[in-house]
């Protein structure tokens, strides 16, 4: 999965749903596996299994209300070509009850541009026969059938939702009526070309559950006033981020606790840290406390049927700069259809003649309107284009608007986000070509009787050409798509609908990562029999399969400075384009300085749950992905996650650093110790009290804590569980009693700083046990030991432990603020340390241990990781009386795990192959190129022009990131060119006198470097001061170095110039 360049910061709040049981200390917190059933279908109904391993991803979009709602649904797709495949795919993954493919037409060459499931074997086939086989194995827990008869209206009330695609307008309507009047679900999707279509109609009731899909909000209380219109003041740490209108709850108000489980309360926001509330005058004073959560509210939604709305029509505008075009569409596809009842053909490609007859039909369409669908006057333009190339079926379209059907197919079945009301209309005429008098012509674009007839349709057969090989002067197509996962996969599947590198051209796809089973829910390339297999090979095997004349090769490389040797100048310098499909911001900002300094063309996208991103990075003309970045994600400040939490994120975070912190970190410098040499100096280095830290834990793994036997390992985490969850609570209120003031006379305990309670063990208390069974195991296991999962031996174990008593000590400094903590001088104790240097055993005799460092993986469930983190986190939340997590969502939180659907990774990567072709076809507009926003769960979409590289100046010369001085360091009578003559040349060619040379972290010259030191290095080869001073040998793959200047222009004033790229081979 890619994760999103978006900010990904979560708010602190609960779940929208419960999803399970809210746990309490005496439950276990533990979810058990779903087991699939012997038939490999998932159990149907309200008491349908969710197979978590499958769907985690999912699960944290949709929740698993919503889930069990779309595993009750059964769908019709009528209608395999190209969209119908796409939404189906969506679906499929998505995990509904049943899918049932409809079709009667067979398999044609203009299919197979964007069917990805027919093959040239195909030919002649029913469509829906023939992708049932391969659509049917996306997904073993939804059953898929094919249907070739007519669509009956007893056939139809079988389903709860009919998708219909490449339908006539009078079927549309049939089905249309039957279904509104029938209570079934409709959604009318169809592509013509570069336009489409897309309607609902949910009926005249549709409940929606939770329309954003937000995480509720949730703010701590600082004020409540009495008063007509009680107004709520929240602590100042962050704002509230309510909205008027949104509905409240309270809970752990002191005073006036009438409103402590109250019923829902709408509000009036007042600023950014008040609101307005219900009548307070007759409740109880407030004294202190409280937390105020948002509550996600049912919405009814009126949908008109297909027939009545096509003459009321509700637009959803997807792009703002085409404000006007539904409108026109509306009455061009509607005339499209006119066209085709008529002649029983669709409009031929750029056929001049058919365009006038279209735009004749729309004009008598139009004129036939009586309500708000009648235009005041048809843009001409518009519908002859949509004529030239409605016989067009692109797979880039198709997926964007097969995304978005599948995504309201979805809605209709659960309820959850809003949907679409009621038509859509989307358009990608920026495409065509940029110049204003290009007109292809009729046989350009005649269909040749191959896979890629309907593009050729849109673009006609020069664009092919480029598509597929070399051309003189023209791009070689090899590309490098970065990343193997959902947007990789989505990638792939249209490079090969496209036709992109299937003459002499290659896509060259990386990716160091094996397939899991929680990639298959959305990486649509990958079978459960490919789990453990590496991402890129499946993934170029399968795409393979989709168009045998893809030129495609994978890699198992990480992008990154260690991999240069491999990805070198001559490498990217062969590349026409890179597309990333990444899911982290350091590869992303990576791959873009690649881009950036060979002046490469870079698409990149990402997606977070509904919401999906595109930017598109063009080589002197846009600003690159790096030019603009989020701030960084706020992080919990150190004091709270030690002492003072208030939220279930504060304690997990705290589970995560407890699990490095005694089964990772440990082991690694114990094992450093036993093997680096230099580890001992290294550490005594070490600034503060890491030191004694450092070597106080190295003694412990080595000496005191090591355990011989599953026992020990039990004793140990029996006495670390009294430390954590009661001693230290303890000590934490011995020195804040729980009445305690600060110096102003208020409450130490109040506003954030909630106050803790000590637990009791208890082997009778599931979450106790199940603490001390991780943590156990995961001891066990870091030193080479057995382990068990026998719980009445281990119960019985446990009686038999004596746990030290604990008195809590006077004069333990606890520091009440990260400022404080800074401000407080670190003591060593240097007598410690250097006794901590004889205790230690010789490194011969510690070589003996057998360490095993720990590396915390979230999606093996039989490991004992989240197994302790869960266990963890929720007996740390009992200590402060915060609700305590369930497994899914502490996985959530504690993994960082990136909420992803298909749906959304889909639309995206139509977005993206959009922008593809207009590179492929060298288009040069900064308007002609589309960064695209969208959150499908509003739903809403946003386009606009890429922003254009920012220009900087010296003297007369304006200039962007994208531009260098390129210098060529060997001179015609082959010597390198010396540091003199690299400063004299900028002075003599440029004007420009160098004040400051550096390369990397490197500093090769300066205006204040001593005189010796520069007399040294002003004859040497430019080289030679680069190894002198980095220390490094330069590789033999490297054939450019980059140097950046400071310069001062002839009236001394500093300027700002662009780097140097200095070519030595």
């Given at each position: 999965m890619s994760s999103s360049p978006l900010s990904k910061k979560r708010r602190v709040s609960g779940s929208e749903t419960k999803t399970g049981s809210h746990c309490s200390s005496s439950n276990s917190v533990r979810t058990e596996l779903s087991h699939t059933p012997a038939n490999g279908m998932a159990k149907n109904g309200n008491d349908a299994?969710?197979?978590?391993?499958?769907?985690?991803?999912?699960?944290?979009?949709?929740?698993?209300?919503?889930?069990?709602?779309?595993?009750?649904?059964?769908?019709?797709?009528?209608?395999?070509?190209?969209?119908?495949?796409?939404?189906?795919?969506?679906?499929?993954?998505?995990?509904?009850?049943?899918?049932?493919?409809?079709?009667?037409?067979?398999?044609?060459?203009?299919?197979?541009?964007?069917?990805?499931?027919?093959?040239?074997?195909?030919?002649?086939?029913?469509?829906?026969?023939?992708?049932?086989?391969?659509?049917?194995?996306?997904?073993?827990?939804?059953?898929?059938?094919?249907?070739?008869?007519?669509?009956?209206?007893?056939?139809?009330?079988?389903?709860?939702?009919?998708?219909?695609?490449?339908?006539?307008?009078?079927?549309?309507?049939?089905?249309?009526?039957?279904?509104?009047?029938?209570?079934?679900?409709?959604?009318?999707?169809?592509?013509?070309?570069?336009?489409?279509?897309?309607?609902?109609?949910?009926?005249?009731?549709?409940?929606?559950?939770?329309?954003?899909?937000?995480?509720?909000?949730?703010?701590?209380?600082?004020?409540?006033?009495?008063d007509s219109a009680g107004v709520v003041t929240c602590l100042d740490e962050a704002r509230h981020g309510f909205e008027s209108g949104d509905f409240v709850t309270f809970t752990e108000v002191q005073g006036m606790t009438e409103l402590n489980g109250c019923d829902p309360v709408e509000?009036?926001?007042?600023?950014?840290?008040?609101?307005?509330?219900?009548?307070?005058?007759?409740?109880?004073?407030?004294?202190?406390?409280?937390?105020?959560?948002?509550?996600?509210?049912?919405?009814?939604?009126?949908f008109k049927s297909l027939s009545s709305s096509m003459a009321e029509p509700e637009f959803m505008v997807t792009d703002f700069a085409k404000?006007?075009?539904?409108?026109?569409?509306?009455?061009?596809?509607?005339?499209?259809?006119?066209?085709?009842?008529?002649?029983?053909?669709?409009?031929?490609?750029?056929?001049?003649?058919?365009?006038?007859?279209?735009?004749?039909?729309?004009?008598?369409?139009?004129?036939?309107?009586?309500?708000?669908?009648?235009?005041?006057?048809?843009?001409?333009?518009?519908?002859?284009?949509?004529?030239?190339?409605?016989?067009?079926?692109?797979?880039?379209?198709?997926?964007?608007?097969?995304?978005?059907?599948?995504?309201?197919?979805?809605?209709?079945?659960?309820?959850?986000?809003?949907?679409?009301?009621?038509?859509?209309?989307?358009?990608?005429?920026?495409?065509l070509s940029e110049a204003e008098d290009a007109v292809l012509t009729e046989e350009e674009c005649a269909p040749r009787n191959c896979r890629y007839d309907s593009q050729i349709a849109v673009f006609g057969s020069k664009l092919q050409e480029l598509l597929a090989k070399q051309q003189p002067s023209q791009l070689c197509n090899c590309r490098m798509l970065v990343g193997a996962g959902a947007i990789g996969c989505e990638l792939l599947k249209n490079f090969a609908m496209m036709g992109l590198a299937s003459g002499e051209g290659e896509v060259i796809v990386t990716d160091m990562d094996t397939i899991e089973k929680s990639n298959l829910n959305r990486q649509f390339l990958f079978r459960p029999w490919d789990v453990t297999k590496m991402k890129s090979e499946t993934a170029a095997a399968a795409v393979k399969q989709m168009n045998p004349s893809i030129r495609i090769t994978g890699h198992q490389n990480r992008v990154g400075t260690d991999t240069e040797k491999v990805y070198d100048d001559d490498f990217f310098e062969s590349l026409d384009g890179v597309a990333n499909a990444l899911d982290n911001v350091d590869a992303r900002m990576y791959m873009d300085r690649r881009c950036v300094y060979y002046c490469k063309p870079l698409l990149e996208s990402g997606t977070l749950g509904t919401k999906g991103n595109v930017q598109v990075v063009i080589p002197f003309l846009t600003e690159s992905y790096s030019s603009s970045q989020d701030p960084p994600e706020k992080s919990i400040p150190i004091c709270t996650l030690k002492n003072f939490p208030n939220a279930i994120e504060h304690t997990l975070q705290w589970a995560r650093d407890e699990f490095e912190g005694l089964f990772k970190q440990p082991a690694e410098n114990?094992?450093?110790?036993m093997t680096d040499p230099k580890f001992m100096e290294r550490t005594l280095k070490l600034p503060g009290a890491q030191p004694l830290e450092v070597l106080e834990a190295v003694y412990k793994s080595l000496v005191t804590d090591k355990p011989r036997s599953w026992e020990d390992c039990v004793v140990w985490a029996r006495n670390h569980w009294q430390c954590?969850?009661?001693?230290?609570?303890?000590?934490?209120?011995?020195?804040?009693?729980?009445?305690?003031?600060?110096?102003?006379?208020?409450?130490?305990?109040?506003?954030?700083?909630?106050?803790?309670?000590?637990?009791?063990?208890?082997?009778?208390?599931?979450?106790?046990?199940?603490?001390?069974m991780a943590a156990a195991n995961l001891l066990a296991q870091s030193y080479g030991l057995p382990g068990s999962t026998e719980r009445s031996a281990l119960t019985k174990l446990l009686q038999d432990i004596k746990v030290p008593e604990f008195v809590p000590k006077s004069g333990i400094k606890i520091h009440v603020s990260d400022q404080e903590l800074q401000n407080a001088n670190a003591s060593v104790d240097d007598s410690r340390l250097e006794e901590l240097k004889t205790l230690l055993p010789s490194t011969e005799a510690a070589s003996q241990f057998k360490l095993c460092p720990i590396d915390f993986e979230k999606d093996d469930e039989t490991?004992?990781?989240?197994?302790?983190?869960?266990?963890?986190?929720?007996?740390?939340?009992?200590?402060?009386?915060?609700?305590?997590?369930?497994?899914?969502?502490?996985?959530?939180?504690?993994?960082?795990?990136?909420?992803?659907?298909?749906?959304?990774?889909?639309?995206?990567?139509?977005?993206?192959?959009?922008?593809?072709?207009?590179?492929?076809?060298?288009?040069?507009?900064?308007?002609?190129?589309?960064?695209?926003?969208?959150?499908?769960?509003?739903?809403?979409?946003?386009?606009?022009?890429?922003?254009?590289?920012?220009?900087?100046?010296?003297?007369?010369?304006?200039?962007?990131?994208?531009?260098?001085?390129?210098?060529?360091?060997?001179?015609?009578?082959?010597?390198?060119?010396?540091?003199?003559?690299?400063?004299?040349?900028?002075?003599?060619?440029?004007?420009l006198e160098i004040t400051m040379l550096s390369q990397g972290v490197s500093m090769l010259y300066s205006f204040f470097m001593p005189a010796a030191k520069l007399k040294e290095r002003l004859d040497l080869p430019m080289t030679e001061i680069v190894t002198k001073v980095s220390k490094k040998k330069l590789g033999k793959h490297v054939k450019a170095l980059v140097f950046e200047l400071c310069c001062n222009d002839e009236t001394e004033e500093d300027v700002e110039v662009p780097y140097v790229r200095y070519t030595i081979r």
């Open positions: 299994e969710i197979d978590e391993g499958l769907y985690s991803r999912q699960l944290y979009v949709l929740g698993h209300e919503a889930m069990k709602r779309m595993q009750i649904s059964n769908i019709l797709i009528s209608g395999l070509r190209g969209l119908g495949v796409e939404i189906a795919k969506n679906v499929i993954l998505g995990g509904v009850k049943s899918v049932t493919l409809h079709d009667q037409g067979v398999a044609e060459w203009k299919d197979l541009s964007s069917q990805f499931y027919l093959r040239e074997e195909d030919l002649g086939k029913n469509r829906a026969e023939v992708s049932q086989l391969r659509l049917a194995e996306l997904n073993s827990y939804v059953p898929v059938t094919s249907f070739t008869g007519a669509l009956t209206n007893e056939y139809l009330t079988k389903f709860q939702v009919v998708v219909l695609t490449n339908s006539s307008l009078d079927e549309q309507i049939r089905i249309g009526d039957f279904c509104h009047s029938n209570g079934i679900k409709l959604i009318v999707a169809d592509t013509r070309g570069l336009f489409g279509q897309l309607f609902c109609d949910f009926g005249e009731e549709m409940t929606m559950f939770d329309v954003n899909g937000e995480q509720p909000l949730s703010a701590m209380i600082s004020m409540i006033t009495k509000i009036k926001t007042l600023g950014p840290y008040t609101f307005s509330i219900c009548d307070t005058s007759s409740f109880s004073d407030y004294v202190r406390g409280g937390i105020v959560t948002q509550v996600k509210m049912p919405k009814t939604v009126a404000f006007d075009r539904p409108g026109q569409l509306h009455m061009g596809f509607q005339a499209l259809h006119a066209f085709e009842k008529k002649h029983s053909r669709l409009p031929k490609p750029w056929s001049q003649s058919d365009a006038d007859e279209l735009v004749a039909l729309a004009e008598e369409v139009n004129a036939a309107q009586s309500g708000s669908a009648k235009q005041e006057q048809l843009d001409q333009a518009i519908i002859k284009k949509l004529s030239c190339v409605a016989a067009g079926d692109l797979a880039p379209i198709n997926a964007f608007i097969g995304g978005l059907a599948a995504q309201e197919a979805m809605k209709a079945c659960t309820g959850k986000f809003m949907p679409i009301m009621q038509w859509l209309y989307f358009d990608a005429l920026e495409c114990a094992l450093q110790y954590q969850y009661n001693n230290n609570i303890r000590q934490l209120l011995h020195n804040f009693p729980p009445d305690q003031l600060t110096s102003s006379g208020a409450p130490f305990w109040s506003g954030p700083k909630r106050c803790p309670h000590p637990l009791e063990f208890s082997t009778n208390n599931d979450l106790h046990m199940d603490y001390i490991n004992f990781h989240m197994d302790f983190i869960v266990a963890a986190s929720n007996l740390r939340a009992e200590n402060y009386d915060i609700p305590p997590a369930d497994r899914h969502k502490s996985k959530l939180i504690a993994g960082k795990i990136i909420p992803a659907i298909a749906t959304t990774t889909a639309a995206v990567v139509g977005l993206v192959c959009l922008e593809l072709l207009k590179i492929v076809q060298g288009h040069k507009k900064l308007e002609s190129f589309k960064n695209g926003f969208m959150n499908l769960a509003l739903p809403f979409f946003a386009f606009s022009e890429p922003i254009a590289a920012p220009k900087h100046k010296y003297y007369e010369i304006d200039w962007t990131l994208w531009d260098r001085f390129e210098v060529k360091g060997i001179q015609p009578n082959g010597e390198e060119m010396t540091l003199r003559q690299f400063l004299d040349y900028f002075k003599n060619e440029h004007k």
